[in-house]
């Protein structure tokens, strides 16, 4: 079993960027719930492993959120998941080529210079790098030990979001 919803929304206008983050975090964890609820699960209760990754305390089920600028992705499955989310920043464009020497291995950029939609699959990279995080409980630092070429990762373009899945 896997599913996968996702939201777009609109923020006050006047909140700030600490009110809009809230918000966001507030918004997945109730599509969590009426996700959580859909598949029979009533009462839950969270709680964090070592690396502090959430999860549901005595339910047989993950899951895993990420939101961004007006958005959220949430999944659940019966096996662990990572999932992330980004809107495509055109501003990247100017910045790729510095960003992915940083953070992205050897074939990740050259899949990023022969790519037709650069911005596209620079995002793609890079939310699949985020959901692999997501998915194993680590912390960034692992960013350039992840090889997005290697892995099955799923995206998915939702209008001015890409959304990425490691099931």
């Not at 047989?60 to 959120?65: A, D, E, N, W």
């Not at 020497?101 to 985020?130: M, P």
């Amino acid at each position: 079993m896997f599913k996968l919803e996702f939201l777009k929304f609109e923020y006050d206008t006047g909140s700030t960027p600490k009110e809009k983050h809230e918000y966001e975090h507030n918004i997945a964890y109730y599509l969590l719930d009426k996700m959580l609820k859909e598949n029979g699960v009533e009462k839950y209760e969270f709680i964090k492993n070592e690396n502090e990754k959430p999860f549901l305390k005595d339910v047989p089920m993950f899951f895993s959120i990420s939101h961004t600028n007006g958005f959220c992705a949430v999944c659940i499955s019966e096996s662990e998941i990572g999932v992330d989310c980004e809107k495509i920043d055109y501003s990247y464009e100017e910045k790729i080529d510095l960003f992915a020497n940083r953070y992205f291995l050897d074939n990740e950029i050259a899949l990023l210079k022969s790519s037709d939609n650069k911005l596209i699959d620079f995002f793609k990279i890079w939310t699949g790098k985020e959901a692999y995080i997501k998915k194993f409980g680590l912390n960034g630092s692992y960013v350039k030990k992840i090889d997005t070429t290697k892995e099955n990762i799923e995206t998915y373009i939702e209008g001015e979001y890409i959304i990425s899945i490691l099931k």
